[in-house]
């Protein structure tokens, strides 16, 4: 993510890209595709390679024909046969598993055979499940594949989730940070991808006339919203040990939060924005179990129709526990213990088998103090919404009161819209290309480094302790197709707040 608008695109060194899992479900949906989209604009250095590591043997040219079914399955743009051939013809299989020392020795041979060809740098993508991140980690370090020289970086790629809770989450930190150090490890959240999330910085850091207004003076809350269509469906095993909590709200809720909460930092350089959005998500008040109960709100699907779907219950799903207690929502209400946000409420809230998809931050500002215009009492003002859109409307929108036009003072509440694709062309990509270049180029902005992690697991974790505690009491049901359990609208509404509409414009 590069700060000059002028620049070019820096062209990264030329390096090897390892995936491990290649043969996966990331590597086929995400990965490819993008390292598609990188070669068709021409981001690929002279000398790329991939090296796919698969757990049995496999030929190249099997993997070859593999990636490309996949890519034509999953691509975001028409595929032009020539760049794919191009990209694939440089891609060679290595049969490797971390539980076979000798198996990882065939791999540095097979990589000091491509670094003696003069691509010594390599990045090692690791799309596979969280238990394998550490056993790879070890069998690479062993095998001397992390060490860096003075001519040449050696770079891991994590996927999330980063741990399981506060106490793994810093386990998996420390066996890491053992055998590479915090500039090598690139953890992804694939919402710093996206465009409308990035430019969170941009819209509050390159236009003054915001930040004056940014704070508790001003602001009366923040809601910030990731609801879903979307069932549990094949993914019931992760799903039901995981539950919404954990797959979202440490990771992407918090990289909103932070983006929406943080100080303004000083430069724009990975050190001091990541610093900035650590330290606002390190701010966020600890709370009481009893605190942590009475402020969130946990629910679970149950048979509905969504759009034109007939869902059934979570707990009839494939490889769920039928008696299951796992939340498929989750609402909560947090606080942030400092000068610019102490009494300003964050409402967080995230579910699955809801009526619409819906991801956005909407800032809630002060109403005005009273209304000097006859007959319109200030409750009946409409709302001031600043709403960042980022699903299904990428762009931004302020909502404000004017004057209808007549002869008389009557008010109604009208927006302003500025649509991303009203402005600007984007070719369609999966979200994945922003982070895989920065990966080349060394840019670890969009990265989470170990202590956000750390930070959001922190937090989330009075809530996850709260809900274990008092076991299957409290599971709001939910019907699939609404906007979630009454007990989440209960909790807005409790500080006479509401929620914003999930399935409105
Ligand atoms: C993933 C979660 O990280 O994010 C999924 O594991 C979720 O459960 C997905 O569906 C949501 O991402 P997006 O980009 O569709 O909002």
């Known amino acids: 993510m590069s700060s000059d608008s002028t620049a070019k695109p820096k062209m990264p060194e030329p390096c090897c890209f390892v995936i491990f899992g290649v043969t996966g479900d990331l590597a086929h949906r995400l990965v490819t595709p993008a390292l598609y989209n990188l070669a068709e604009a021409g981001l690929l250095p002279d000398g790329f390679c991939v090296v796919g590591v698969t757990r049995t043997e496999m030929q190249s040219q099997n993997l070859h024909r593999d990636l490309m079914k996949g890519l034509h399955q999953y691509a975001t743009r028409p595929v032009d046969d020539t760049v794919a051939r191009r990209l694939f013809d440089c891609v060679t299989s290595v049969h490797a598993d971390p539980g076979d020392p000798a198996s990882f020795d065939r791999l540095k041979d097979h990589l000091d055979a491509i670094a003696r060809r003069g691509v010594g740098n390599m990045l090692f993508y690791l799309a596979v499940p969280p238990a394998a991140f550490k056993p790879i980690c070890e069998a690479l370090g062993r095998a001397g594949l ?226 000097m215009f006859r007959g319109t009492e200030v409750e009946r003002l409409s709302r001031n919404y600043l709403v960042i859109g980022i699903e299904p409307t990428e762009g931004i929108t302020l909502q404000f009161n004017t004057k209808m036009p007549g002869p008389t003072v009557a008010i109604d509440g009208v927006e302003m819209k500025f649509k991303y694709k009203d402005y600007f062309k984007v070719a369609p990509s999966t979200g994945y290309e922003t982070l895989i270049y920065d990966c080349m180029i060394g840019d670890n902005i969009l990265f989470q480094r170990a202590d956000s992690v750390e930070a959001g697991w922190q937090a989330v974790q009075p809530f996850i302790e709260a809900w274990r505690g008092a076991e299957g009491q409290g599971l709001a049901l939910y019907r699939a197709g609404t906007d979630g359990p009454r007990e989440a609208h209960e909790l807005i509404e409790r500080d006479g707040r509401h929620w914003r509409r999930i399935d409105g414009e």
């Open 146 to 371: 992390l060490d860096e020289d003075a001519g040449s970086w050696r770079r891991l790629v994590i996927e999330k989730p980063f741990g399981t809770d506060l106490q793994s989450a810093r386990e998996l930190n420390r066996d890491l940070l053992k055998i590479v150090q915090e500039h090598q490890i690139y953890r992804i959240d694939h919402y710093l991808g996206k465009e409308t999330v990035q430019n969170i910085l941009v819209f509050r850091f390159a236009n003054g006339m915001f930040e004056p207004i940014w704070n508790r003076n001003h602001i009366d809350h923040v809601q910030i919203t990731v609801s879903e269509m979307i069932d549990v469906g094949r993914r019931g095993s992760f799903y039901d040990s995981t539950g919404a909590m954990r797959d979202m709200v440490p990771n992407h809720l918090f990289q909103l939060m932070s983006l929406v909460a943080m100080e303004p930092p000083s430069r724009f350089d990975a050190h001091s924005v990541r610093t900035e959005k650590s330290e606002a998500l390190a701010s966020i008040q600890t709370q009481t179990p009893d605190e942590a109960l009475r402020n969130s709100v946990r629910g679970q699907y149950v048979a509905g129709r969504v759009g034109d779907r007939q869902i059934g219950d979570y707990r009839n799903t494939p490889e769920v526990d039928p008696l299951s207690n796992t939340e498929t929502y989750a609402a909560m209400k947090l606080t942030i213990d400092n000068w610019r946000w102490a009494g300003v409420p964050f409402y967080l809230r995230t579910g699955k088998a809801l009526s619409a998809k819906r991801t956005e931050v909407a800032i809630r500002f002060k109403q005005a103090p009273f209304s």
